[in-house]
């Protein structure tokens, strides 16, 4: 019988430069090559499975930050925005010395990896990293093409938007354990510091280009949240990227569609 054992969770205090100083907490498990997945608006329980499965399946170290101010971690006043998350992140990665390292963002969590393969394209950090995967990433302005408006919706309205088979996977805030129905609005208020009110940034699009890293950009085809259409404009933006359409899968493939999202990585 397999048996799954809890991530390490670390909490590290590192310099940001434009920042100060950030704790930063992480979980960590298995051993082997170094990735980096950053959660969406969701939070970190929407990839903590995944997380697991990716350690277990294709025998590597997987680190699961918790951006601040998410499940009741504190968050700088001087922390406000994607690429301030993205510096403290690059902090990380030159905290651990990580190399041949892979960076997976879904939803916030995918402009914020988009950020940091931007911030160190070029630059002397580039030589740590193998690849990047922004799954379902918002970020990018589109004409007609905008996130939904997630502080307007419930969250059935959320699940609606966000799965081809909501019907599975909704919400009963009854069912949620305490600690995780007490983070949801601190969650929340994070999510919109980070994203603003629209969850785009007219200016990322002039960065895109820096980027350096061998670079996949994933949607599935059924999200609601983020329209494929984003997916396309990053994989155009970005040097040498390549688009995947996941069928029969929405905003959260990670959680839908673990095992063809797993497949996407492996390869």
Do not use: C, K
């Amino acid at each position: 019988m397999d048996v799954q054992t809890s991530p390490t969770r670390t909490t590290y205090e590192l310099t940001v430069e434009g920042v100060g100083r950030v704790p930063l907490t992480v979980d960590e498990q298995g051993e082997g090559r170094p990735f980096l997945v950053l959660h969406g608006g969701a939070g970190p329980q929407s990839v903590a499975a995944f997380s697991h499965l990716l350690a277990e399946r294709l025998g590597v170290r997987v680190l699961t930050p918790v951006h601040p101010g998410f499940a009741g971690t504190p968050r700088p006043d001087a922390l406000h925005d994607a690429r301030g998350l993205a510096a403290a992140y690059a902090a990380l990665v030159e905290h651990l010395d990580l190399h041949d390292l892979s960076v997976v963002g879904n939803s916030v969590g995918g402009w914020v990896a988009a950020e940091l393969a931007a911030l160190v394209g070029g630059s002397a950090g580039a030589h740590r990293w193998r690849d990047l995967t922004l799954v379902g990433a918002v970020g990018l302005e589109i004409a007609d093409h905008r996130p939904a408006d997630f502080f307007a919706l419930t969250l059935d309205e959320v699940a609606e938007l966000s799965y081809h088979d909501p019907d599975r996977f909704r919400l009963d805030l009854a069912t949620l354990p305490p600690a995780v129905r007490e983070a949801m609005p601190g969650n929340r208020a994070a999510l919109a510091v980070y994203g603003g009110a629209s969850m785009t940034d007219p200016t990322l699009v002039g960065r895109l280009g820096r980027i350096t890293v061998p670079t996949l950009v994933v949607a599935g085809e059924a999200d609601r949240i983020v329209d494929a259409e984003v997916a396309r404009a990053y994989a155009a933006l970005i040097p040498g990227a390549r688009f995947v359409l996941l069928p029969e899968t929405g905003h959260l493939p990670q959680i839908e569609s673990p095992e063809a999202l797993l497949s996407l990585l492996e390869a």
